[in-house]
């Protein structure tokens, strides 16, 4: 097998299962300091409670974005006129499939973060290119 192609074989590898990783990474330490009292949400048992908490996100964030942005939100306030369009227009946008909660995978979870990929994957194929073309002078 040619090293080139394993090296790029491994680089694409870790670049798409690195962020899934780190996420689990973080989720089952977070799970370790999270209290013992789990939510259930249409019928799964979650680690975060649905009863909304002042100092604390929880389900209720979730399902009542204003009650975070009231409570919990400091750094991003003066900002909410440029991120509430992009942010309300996508969680529309999946409520519009009809299913949200597999246009959420689909999109959050797979095309957007392929499409990441992708990007990253040419950025480096450039990089390389033009390395190859500065040495051949």
Not at 16 to 35: A, D, G, H, K, Q
Not at 53 to 70: E, I, L, P, R, S
Request: proline share 4%; aromatic share 12%.
């Amino acid at each position: 097998m040619n090293y080139r192609f394993m090296k790029k074989t491994v680089i694409f590898l870790f670049l798409i299962c690195s962020p899934y990783v780190l996420m689990l990474i973080v989720n089952e330490t977070i799970r370790s300091t999270t209290n013992n009292q789990a939510g259930v949400i249409h019928g799964y048992k979650t680690m975060n409670i649905s009863k909304p908490v002042k100092d604390k996100c929880t389900w209720a964030c979730h399902n009542d974005t204003t009650y975070c942005k009231n409570n919990h939100v400091k750094t991003l306030k003066p900002y909410f006129e440029y991120t509430d369009p992009t942010y309300f227009g996508i969680i529309n946008l999946l409520h519009s499939t009809g299913n949200y909660g597999v246009a959420n995978i689909v999109f959050l979870v797979l095309l957007i973060p392929l499409l990441i990929l992708y990007f990253i994957l040419k950025a480096i194929d450039l990089n390389i290119k033009t390395k190859r073309l500065k040495n051949k002078k």
